[in-house]
């Protein structure tokens, strides 16, 4: 694709993850160019890039994510699945929460792949789209103004991927100005822009760069845990196993993990632990590690396989939240979304999702073409703060108690983290309608007030009267833990 033409509005969206790409699909529109920059080269095939240091951890995208994608980006759930997603029932999951075992359901399908596979696919749809293109090996270091309502992004070349980068593409419609480069790379022409969107992840230099444009500092919100992934890729025999995937939820002082399949016959097995109990990060070490948790089905997957490569550790997962809807005078033709402006801890599968439904809340508000136009961007900007609030609260309050610092002492707080504890032990004994209800909010597909439905709380009255059904059992992972006769032939389910 070549430079945007004449009368052409230009959208520049800097970072080519999951937000980035989701947002490339959302804006684009006759009439508007969408160029897409990456410090990262951007590959061909689904492979780890240092641009993404999460990649090699497990991504699960959850339901309502993948049907936020489908509306950006038709069909994209079947190109997942023909490059090797494999389709699982979330209900079907082994899942050891706080209180025990939840009871197996039947819930909606998730696809479960790589994180750099999901990204392939959506990139090559992104880049599909007319007037949409990704640019790599572009490190963007700063965003001037351009007169009243342009933007001029600057970027260095090569300042970040270890391959030589391409060359810039030649740009009739760019600025020959070029800024001195303060942090290496050669400082390639700025990108002029009508619309900016910052989707550079954890990493984002937002708040330096408004700062340069005289705005003041937004708020920024943490809440830490301090939580540590340790992966392996491990090729599994489909024979072996019999749950479709496995979660340990880490608790206050101990450990957690996670197993789920992915494209190729590969499984992504992880330790996962907050502050003291994050896992280590050599194998011994995570055999150990795995072997320790409250239950044992993970290391004995991890001994049913055979592990390829070393060891992923990945220690950034902070909740970090930049509130930008508390700026005042916010630009212009300036937008900010996934971990840019609201990163989750991961463990609680949120962020694609989120992401998502940011890039369809910006198709929104940006109707026919309207996002450029005066307060529009700021208004955006706070819708999509506004979205995170519901994940936000969650992770947040989980965090809290997963690492003990303090939580809300706020009547409702207090009252709602008693009703979800009463929901959960009704769930790990048996009641698959308090399953439900629970995973519903967690995938982000309801909302806290559901939990309150009168059918859920007669069923609570009930079992106060009755008492509850014993602890659902710890379900079968491994083919050899069934009965002989229950084995059945190679390959089939729980
Ligand atoms: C360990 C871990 C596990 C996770 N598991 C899940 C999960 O199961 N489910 C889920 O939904 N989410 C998960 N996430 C979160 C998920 O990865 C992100 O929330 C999601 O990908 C959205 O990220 P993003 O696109 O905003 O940022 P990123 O994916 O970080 O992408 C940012 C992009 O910006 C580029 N970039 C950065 N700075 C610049 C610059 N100056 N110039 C040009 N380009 C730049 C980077 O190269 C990168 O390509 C997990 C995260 C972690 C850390």
């Known amino acids: ?35 897409v920059l990456d410090r990262d080269d951007l590959p061909d095939a689904p492979v780890p890039r240092p641009g993404v240091p999460q990649g090699r951890q497990p991504h699960l995208l959850l339901h309502r994510g993948l049907l936020a994608i489908e509306e950006l980006l038709p069909g994209f759930g079947a190109e997942l699945l023909a490059a090797g997603a494999v389709p699982v029932d979330t209900g079907e999951l082994a899942w050891l929460g706080t209180g025990g075992w939840a009871p197996p359901s039947h819930q909606p399908h998730v696809l479960l792949a ?17 007037g949409v293109r990704a640019v790599g090996g572009q490190r963007v270091t700063g965003l001037r103004r351009d007169g009243a309502s342009r933007w001029l992004v600057d970027a260095v070349t090569a300042g970040w991927s270890d391959a030589p980068p391409p060359p810039p593409p030649p740009s009739p419609g760019r600025s020959d100005a ?72 880490p608790q206050r002082g101990r450990g957690g993990g996670i197993a789920v399949p992915a494209e190729g016959g590969r499984w992504t097995v992880s330790g996962t632990g907050a502050g003291e109990q994050r896992p280590p990060r050599d194998l011994p070490g995570l055999r150990d590690f795995l072997a320790a948790l409250r239950d044992d089905s993970l290391v004995r997957l991890l001994a ?4 390829e490569g070393d060891v992923a550790t990945h220690r950034q997962t902070a909740n970090r939240r930049h509130r930008y809807d508390r700026v005042t005078g916010w630009p ?156 059945g032939p190679v390959g089939g389910a729980r």
């Open 178 to 249: 070029v800024p001195p480069s303060s942090t290496g790379g050669a400082a390639s022409p700025p990108w002029p822009a009508d619309l900016v969107v910052d989707a550079s992840g954890r990493a984002s230099r937002l708040p330096t760069w408004l700062a340069a444009l005289g705005r003041a500092e937004a708020p920024v919100e943490e809440v830490d845990a301090h939580l540590g992934y340790a992966t392996v890729r491990v090729r599994l025999p489909a024979e072996h196993v019999v749950a479709p995937g496995v979660v340990v939820l």
């Open 1 to 35: 694709m070549g430079e945007p033409g004449a009368g052409q509005e230009h959208v520049v969206v800097i970072g080519a993850g999951i937000a980035g790409l989701l947002t490339a699909a959302a804006l684009a529109r006759d009439g508007r160019t969408v160029t």
């Open 114 to 130: 790589t994180r750099p596979l999901i990204e392939h696919v959506a990139r090559r749809r992104v880049q599909a789209l007319p």
């Open 332 to 487: 212009d033709g300036l937008l900010v979304v996934g971990d840019a402006l609201c990163a989750f801890d991961p463990v609680y599968g949120q962020g694609m999702t989120v992401a998502a439904l940011e890039a369809l809340a910006l198709r929104r508000a940006d109707g026919a073409g309207r996002l450029g136009r005066p307060g529009v961007a700021a208004r955006a900007v706070r819708t999509c703060v506004r979205l995170g609030e519901l994940p936000w609260q969650m992770a947040t309050s989980a965090d809290r108690v997963l690492a003990g610092l303090p939580t809300s002492r706020a009547p409702v707080s207090v009252l709602a983290g008693r009703w979800i504890a009463e929901v959960d032990r009704m769930s790990t004994h048996g009641d698959v309608e308090a399953q439900l209800a629970l995973s519903r909010l967690y995938q982000l597909a309801a909302t806290p007030t559901s939990l309150l439905r009168p059918r859920l709380v007669a069923r609570w009255l009930r079992a106060r009267v009755r008492g509850l059904g014993p602890p659902v059992r710890r379900p079968p992972v491994l083919r050899d833990e069934l009965p002989v006769v229950a084995r």
């Open 304 to 307: 049913a396989g055979e592990v």
